[in-house]
């Protein structure tokens, strides 16, 4: 049973628009969460944290939101730029050691 | 089934013991891969097999050595390990054989130890 899950497969936005990919868990003891970022043929890249005593990170353009009750999770990429395809993977942990994945959204940025 | 499992969860073996990881999935996805992770830090790529033939070793050491003996199985076979291969591993899958996949279901991992 996936305990993260990411539900939109792909998403398509034009350039200097937001990218908004949304992220679900199921364990309420996940206190760590991350996004990678995958382009084909390579390892995932690690894009931004959060944990759970903070609601809001931003680094540059990107921003990931907590929303603990909810057992959410959404990364916002402003402006999303062509360089930003590739699929995005959430992933969470109860001890910062495991992390659970969800299965990916691949993002199209178009020019 | 949507899942990809892995065995065993936890592993501690010296440094001259000869032991494997597997992984199992049922999806019917035709590739897998390998990942390494240490703590807090994002997974790294190892191998990956694509219609059971290993099409990408990232210079991992001969200490570490995958198979796939069919479409559902990969294992890694590891023997003389040093500390400092302490990690979790990940095992994923994704549907097609090329790169054109969308979404890599990844397995819970085996928390390995080396002493």
């Not at chain 1, 996936?2 to 939109?8: A, E, H």
């Not at chain 1, 996940?30 to 931004?48: C, M, Q, R, S």
Request: a neutral charge; charged letters at 20%.
């Amino acid at each position: 049973d996936q305990q993260v899950k990411q539900n939109s497969p792909s998403l398509s936005v034009q350039e200097g628009r937001i990218s908004i990919l949304n992220c679900d868990y199921t364990n309420s003891m996940f206190d760590y969460f991350l996004w990678y970022k995958k382009y084909p043929a390579e390892g995932p890249t690690f894009l931004i944290s959060i944990s759970s005593i903070k609601d809001k990170n931003e680094d540059g353009r990107f921003t990931v939101f907590l929303n603990k009750s909810a057992k959410h999770l959404s990364l916002h990429i402003v402006p999303s730029q062509p360089g930003d395809s590739a699929v995005y993977f959430c992933a969470a942990s109860e001890t910062g050691n495991q992390f659970y994945f969800g299965t990916g959204t691949s993002l199209t940025v178009i020019p | 089934d949507t899942e990809v499992t892995q065995t065993p969860k936890h592993l501690v073996m010296g440094m001259t013991n000869k032991k494997s990881l597997k992984c199992e999935q049922h999806m019917g996805h035709r590739a897998m891969y390998w990942y390494k992770q240490k703590a807090k830090k994002p997974p790294e790529l190892m191998f990956v097999y694509s219609y059971e033939k290993l099409s990408i070793n990232e210079s991992v050491p001969s200490r570490f050595s995958p198979e796939c003996p069919n479409s559902s199985l990969l294992n890694l076979h590891l023997h003389a390990l040093q500390p400092e291969d302490s990690a979790l591993y990940l095992c994923a899958s994704s549907q097609d054989g090329g790169w054109s996949y969308n979404e890599q279901f990844f397995g819970p991992g085996t928390r390995l130890t080396v002493l």
